[in-house]
């Protein structure tokens, strides 16, 4: 494993640990080289995904871009970081069992708010905003409308 910090590919594994409810190996490395530390994760893959963008552009499925824009929606929300690495890896799985190494974005983001709906309301709501391409505060004001339950006193 290379380096970060010198580009040294001589690195040394310090420590190894299950990490993410056994779904991963969390590998502590030390570089002779410069004495920088970093971490390293495995993980299983079952298949190549590649996601198919709305533009009709194809690009290899990231799990790090799908984990920064769910942590950018839970930001500063009350859930523990395990259970959010729980979460992305249940989607990734999920992804992967679909049978299909091509899959549309408008799927993976359907599938993340779903999940998102389950977890956290605030974080559901940040997250569509984005997906949805909110544009006024009228599209917030219709789309959180829809997620409160009707009146029940008509």
């Known amino acids: 494993m290379r380096c970060p910090f010198c580009g040294n590919v001589d690195t040394q594994v310090k420590d190894s640990r299950p990490a993410e409810d056994n779904v991963a190996i969390r590998r502590r490395r030390f570089c002779p080289a410069c004495g920088g530390r970093f971490t390293t994760y495995e993980r299983v893959q079952l298949r190549d995904l590649v996601v198919i963008k709305s533009s009709g552009r194809r690009e290899d499925f990231d799990r790090d871009k799908l984990a920064r824009s769910i942590r950018i929606a839970m930001q500063k929300r009350p859930v523990e970081p395990e259970r959010l690495d729980q979460m992305i890896s249940g989607i990734v799985r999920r992804l992967e069992s679909m049978g299909e190494t091509d899959i549309s974005s408008k799927v993976i ?46």
């Not at 599938?111 to 009228?138: H, P």
């Open 109 to 154: 983001g359907e599938i993340v708010m779903e999940t998102l709906a389950r977890i956290d309301t605030v974080g559901y709501v940040r997250f569509a905003s984005v997906y949805k391409n909110f544009q006024a505060a009228d599209d917030f004001d219709r789309f959180v409308s829809e997620l409160r339950p009707a009146d029940s006193d008509g």
